[in-house]
Nanobody, 122 residues
């Protein structure tokens, strides 16, 4: 079994910064892509940023130039540095990871963190 634990959310004023972290633990063999999603009430969850095992990244247009996704493969951790935050960035942010896990028999699954609230308000 694999667990993803997020941290770093909170309340920040417009123009401020936050750094989200997501650590994966369990019987991990390898982690492929890792990503951050966000969701506001009444809307679908949307992909914010994604990073492959090789370090290639992609972002939605609304966060390009403001958010940076990175990962530390030795720590099985993905980060999201969020700068110049805007009220429209307010959402619950979820970590996602494509993981191969197990010991004798391995399998590949998609895992989600529990979510962390980001609120941008003056």
């Amino acid at each position: 079994q694999v667990q993803l634990v997020e941290s770093g959310g909170g309340l920040v004023q417009p123009g401020g910064s936050l750094r989200l972290s997501c650590a994966a633990s369990g019987s991990i063999v390898s982690i492929y892509a890792m990503g951050w999603y966000r969701q506001v009430p009444g809307k679908q969850r949307e992909l914010v940023a994604i990073i492959t095992s090789g370090g290639s990244t992609n972002y939605i247009d609304s966060v390009k130039g403001r958010f940076t996704i990175s990962r530390d493969n030795a720590k099985n951790t993905v980060y999201l540095q969020m700068n110049s935050l805007k009220p429209e960035d307010t959402a619950v942010y979820y970590c996602n990871a494509d993981v191969r896990s197990g010991s004798y028999v391995t399998r590949r699954n998609d895992y989600w963190g529990q979510g962390t609230q980001v609120a941008v308000s003056s």
